[in-house]
């Protein structure tokens, strides 16, 4: 019954496309999403996978509003162009 709700670090990383390392390390460090290990064996729920994946979602909307938002004028040399040319 487990099984059925939860995933394994090698099927969570398939599902990704990332190495099952890198899993590891975020364990390690803290990142990524909330895991059960149970016995020595590790599995993450599967509706914290999803949470973890909408919480990833929205940090790249709010990245790509706040760009967005940005005034993209083209920024000035702050010195001459020519004169750059000369001294190399």
Request: aromatic share 8%; hydrophobic share 40%; proline share 3%.
């Given at each position: ?14 599902r990704w496309g990332i190495s099952h390392r890198t ?54 040399l702050t010195a001459d162009p020519a004169r750059a040319?000369?001294?190399?």
């Amino acid at each position: 019954m487990l099984h059925r709700h939860c995933l394994n670090q090698k099927e969570l990383a398939r599902r990704w496309g990332i190495s099952h390392r890198t899993l590891e390390r975020w364990r390690y460090t803290g990142q990524g999403p909330a895991f059960l290990k149970l016995g020595g064996r590790v599995f993450y729920r599967l509706a914290e996978i999803e949470a973890f994946e909408q919480s990833q979602l929205q940090l790249a909307l709010k990245i790509s509003e706040a760009v967005a938002r940005v005034d993209h004028r083209p920024r000035r040399l702050t010195a001459d162009p020519a004169r750059a040319a000369r001294v190399c």
